[in-house]
């Protein structure tokens, strides 16, 4: 008896006669009849007939698709759109659900590794910001050997793991407590962008943040009075 039950196809083949080596009734799901190295026959239980073993697939595939895509279970029992192979061609190759975080163990270990380590990675660095700054226009210190700067400018360095950036100003115009040069212009035109802005303890340097980061609270809130970020004259 063949029968298509929630996309998979069912075949019990009904005994044979006395002869039959195998008392029970062998059965396939999706083409498959037999399993492991010797390809032993999938087999009903004993004294099943026909009907009985086709209800009784269906209520293991009703369990199956109750829930998640196991890895451990043969992939013949799923339909084949439903699942997909997670680390193909590798010994621990496996079945997960298409488009669906894999439930085993190891990835799922792997799965909360990665996430953490994204948590930690902010997604900025200092090149990053001097790329963003020196496209919209503004200057770039070009600095000597012993970090001192042959042009007035702003350099940008990161800091705790790139946790944030440090933008200074390098250059003849240098007092202290004080933003110096197109620092004010470039803070704004960050905030503009979305970067949360600070500035340092120093109060002559800028901390830059992630956009989307949640404003910190450590240094002075950005603008201060005194920066008159309005006059920068950049681009957005």
Not at 207 to 221: F, I, N
Request: aromatic share 8%; glycine share 12%.
């Amino acid at each position: 008896m063949k029968t298509i039950y929630k996309g998979r196809t069912l075949v019990v083949h009904p005994a044979r006669g006395p002869l039959d080596l195998y008392t029970s009734l062998r059965f396939e799901v999706n083409g498959v009849s037999g399993t492991g190295h010797d390809n032993h026959p999938l087999l009903g239980e004993p004294g099943e007939g026909v009907h009985e073993t086709l209800a009784r697939l269906k209520r293991v595939i009703d369990d199956i698709d109750s829930q998640p895509v196991q890895p451990t279970t043969y992939a013949w029992w799923y339909p084949t759109d439903k699942i997909e192979i997670c680390n193909p061609g590798r010994l621990n190759e496996h079945i997960k659900g298409k488009g669906e975080p894999c439930v085993a163990p190891g990835c799922v270990r792997k799965a909360r590794i990665e996430a953490a380590r994204a948590k930690r990675r902010t997604g900025i660095t200092a090149a990053s910001v001097s790329g963003v700054l020196t496209r919209a226009g503004f200057t770039r210190a070009a600095l000597n050997w012993d970090s001192t700067a042959r042009n007035d400018g702003f350099d940008a360095s990161g800091e705790q793991r790139n946790r944030r950036v440090v933008v200074m100003w390098r250059g003849a115009d240098y007092r202290v407590q004080e933003l110096q040069g197109e620092l004010p212009g470039i803070g704004a035109f960050l905030k503009r962008k979305g970067y949360p802005v600070r500035i340092t303890d120093s109060g002559f340097s800028l901390w830059v943040y992630p956009r989307g980061a949640d404003e910190p609270d450590e240094g002075q809130p950005f603008p201060a009075a005194n920066d008159k970020p309005e006059s920068s004259g950049r681009k957005d």
